[in-house]
Each structure stands twice: as structure tokens, then as C-alpha cells.
Antibody
Framework: EVQLVESGGGLVQPGGSLRLSCAAS????????MNWVRQAPGKGLEWVSY????????YYADSVKGRFSISRDNAKNSLYLQMNSLRAEDTAVYYC???????????WGQGTLVTVSS | QSVLTQPPSVSGAPGQRVTISCTGS?????????VHWYQQLPGTAPKLLIY???NRPSGVPDRFSGSKSGTSASLAITGLQAEDEADYYC???????????FGGGTKLTVL
């Protein structure tokens, strides 16, 4: 059974940093591209970042470019999102999602809440 | 506002058919990129509902179908059931942004 479990969320002050993790199981993690998607309270979905299966190709949404960094450790079946210079508008539930056929997101984690507030 | 435009809400009575539109532009849907649809039940993570414009993952009822034409796509739900009450999102790729884009979401209410 495919499972994605996010962790690392919490309360952080504006300008602070946080590192999210996503533990994958039930599939060959190293063969799949991965994404981070976020959802602000009461709002819609926003794509945040993409990483290829090898980690060699990475993309970011303009809203996080230069502040967030995606990475993966295929030996540990884990995906990461390093978030720096956090702003109030980064407050959201962050989901990791596996990329399936033609970049559809076929499996999602349960999400981890990040709150940026003083 | 979102790159892909969806109506904020739609509604229908049990048993009826509803459609949800997703309008893009020449840099995403109009450029030939595929459209995927997600269902998000209250308090849960999104779930893939339709991929590659009109394909259903295993376990998704055939009451759900998708289509795409030009710069738009649509999700149709027939035989509406109370359990279909959820938020629905379309997703595609945008070449000018070099990343995925989502619609703003549509809240489906079953009357």
C-alpha cells in the first residue's frame, strides 16, 4: 500500500525556517517524481515544487522561489522541503504528492500544518 | 487569482448531472497539456479523480468523467449522490510558469 507521511510542521515566526519531511513507503520511491502542494486555510490548492526521480531536475512556484528548497534521499525513501524566510502568507497545510501518469498526482500524504505568526 | 478558472460553486439534486468547467489559456490547456481532476472531501487530502483528461483511476465510479477541448476542460458527474459533496480541483501544466497549476476549486453541494 502506498503511503506518504509528512512531518515537521509547526508554529514559526516570520523570517524563520522550517524543514518538512515526507516518508514514503509501499512503492519504489527512487522511480517516481515528487511534488509539494500547499493549501492555505479555507483556500484552494497551490503547487509549490517538483523534483525528478533522481533529484537532478527541480522547479518552484514563483511565490517560493529563492526561499524554499526541495530535495530527496532515495536511500531513505524521503522527500524534504527546506523553507526559509517564512512569511505569514506561507501559512498552509503542506502535502507531499507522488507524480503518476503525465504528472497527475496519484497519491497524497495527509498533510502537515505550517503556521507563520508572531 | 488562479491560472485555471473554475466556478466557485455548483449544486444539484440527488440523481442529477452536474458539470464543472476549467478554463485555461494558450500556455497550459490550450498548449495541449493534459488536465487532471481531484476530489477533496471535507477535512481530508485531495484524491485523484480523473487523469489524462478522461481516465479514471481504479476504484473511481464511472459516474465521473472528464473531457477537454481547446483551452478548457470539464468534469461531469452523473447520478449525483450525497457523498459527492466535496471540493473539486482541475490541474494542468503551464509552460510559461514551468510548473503545475491548479484551478481555484469548485464546491459541489448536493441539495
Amino acid at each position: 500500500e502506498v503511503q506518504l507521511v509528512e512531518s515537521g510542521g509547526g508554529l514559526v515566526q516570520p523570517g524563520g525556517s522550517l524543514r518538512l519531511s515526507c516518508a514514503a513507503s509501499g512503492f519504489t520511491f527512487s522511480s517516481y517524481e515528487m511534488n509539494w502542494v500547499r493549501q492555505a486555510p479555507g483556500k484552494g490548492l497551490e503547487w509549490v515544487s517538483y523534483i525528478s526521480s533522481s533529484g537532478s531536475t527541480i522547479y518552484y512556484a514563483d511565490s517560493v522561489k529563492g526561499r524554499f528548497s526541495i530535495s530527496r534521499d532515495n536511500a531513505k525513501n524521503s522527500l524534504y522541503l527546506q523553507m526559509n524566510s517564512l512569511r505569514a502568507e506561507d501559512t498552509a497545510v503542506y502535502y507531499c504528492a507522488r507524480a503518476g501518469i503525465l504528472q497527475s498526482l496519484d497519491y497524497w500524504g495527509q498533510g502537515t500544518l505550517v503556521t507563520v505568526s508572531s | 487569482q488562479s491560472v485555471l478558472t473554475q466556478p466557485p460553486s455548483v449544486s444539484g439534486a440527488p440523481g442529477q448531472r452536474v458539470t464543472i468547467s476549467c478554463t485555461g489559456s494558450s500556455s497550459n490547456i490550450g498548449a495541449g497539456y493534459d488536465v487532471h481532476w481531484y476530489q477533496q472531501l471535507p477535512g481530508t487530502a485531495p484524491k485523484l479523480l480523473i487523469y489524462y483528461n478522461n481516465n479514471r483511476p481504479s476504484g473511481v465510479p464511472d459516474r465521473f468523467s472528464g473531457s477537454k477541448s481547446g483551452t478548457s476542460a470539464s468534469l461531469a458527474i452523473t447520478g449525483l449522490q450525497a457523498e459527492d459533496e466535496a471540493d473539486y480541483y482541475c490541474q494542468s501544466y503551464d509552460s510559461s510558469l514551468s510548473g503545475s497549476v491548479f484551478g481555484g476549486g469548485t464546491k459541489l453541494t448536493v441539495l
